[in-house]
């Protein structure tokens, strides 16, 4: 991919993430990007062609949600955390009207999205939920497969429900609740101990 086509779908996405969709125009994007709109014409052939570039991207570079975060050679406990930091940070951005709008405006791109997600998403949960295991921070008395889809399905309804629009919630307060609600279930007392020394650690509450 060439530098001008990268440097569109980055600054798309952040766009779309910060305000949704559908706000967000074609002059918008041009502006943002520091080109007239015909030569966002020539690179992409209309804003649907720019959704489906922004959303391949975003599953090229590591899959959806918090990117390059480095998970390897760290424990179950501490892998868990740092992609937790990372969501944080990314739903700092990210208005919850952008999964509203392309369920909404473009439907056949949301069932692809969805289920590369949930593929994803099955394979790191999964994947850390092992490693836990082994490494005695998470208990051994639960179905790995079920406990995951679970989490994805608190994840999926998270993005897609309207509930905690009356007490203005924001994404970040609800993820960590959500996160929060995940690890205490899964964890043993040694994983439970081992969390709040990193929090402590490194100053999140």
Avoid: W
Wanted: charged share 30%; hydrophobic share 40%.
């Amino acid at each position: 991919m060439d530098k001008r086509r990268l440097e569109i779908i980055e600054k798309s996405c952040r766009l779309f993430a910060k305000f949704g969709i559908k706000s967000i125009s074609m002059d918008d994007i041009a502006r943002e990007c520091g080109i007239s709109k015909k030569t966002l014409y020539e690179i992409v052939t209309d804003k649907k062609d720019l959704v489906t570039q922004v959303i391949e991207q975003e599953f090229k570079t590591n899959g959806p949600g918090p990117h390059n975060i480095d998970i390897e050679n760290v424990n179950a406990v501490e892998a868990l955390f740092l992609v937790y930091k990372g969501a944080v940070e990314f739903f700092k951005e990210y208005n919850l009207s952008m999964e509203f709008d392309l369920q909404k405006y473009y439907p056949d791109l949301h069932t692809q999205t969805k289920s590369k997600r949930r593929k994803h998403l099955y394979e790191k949960i999964s994947q850390n939920m092992i490693l836990g295991r082994k490494e005695k921070f998470y208990r051994n008395d639960f179905n790995i497969d079920i406990a995951t889809k679970f989490h994805i399905i608190k994840i999926e309804a998270m993005l897609n429900t309207n509930i905690f629009d009356e007490n203005n919630y924001s994404p970040v307060e609800i993820f960590k609740e959500m996160f929060l609600y995940h690890f205490n279930a899964i964890a043993t007392q040694k994983g439970k101990v081992a969390l709040e020394a990193k929090m402590k650690e490194l100053g999140v509450d």
